[in-house]
């Protein structure tokens, strides 16, 4: 969900769904990233970064 394009078609989704909260559970997430869509939306949602791999 990193590129600009996903990220804005799981918005639109959300939207046309009428959703406020979208909840998608995975336990290996190492990263937390906030994004500010043009339409005023703020995303915000964790990744795994394969440089925090060792850590986890």
Not at 12 to 22: D, G, V
């Amino acid at each position: 969900m990193n590129e600009t394009g996903n990220i804005s078609k799981v918005a639109a989704e959300m939207m046309q769904l009428n959703l406020t909260i979208l909840v998608i559970s995975i336990s290996r997430w190492t990263c937390s990233v906030q994004k500010r869509l043009t339409s005023s939306e703020l995303l915000l949602f964790s990744r795994y970064e394969q440089a925090h791999a060792a850590l986890t």
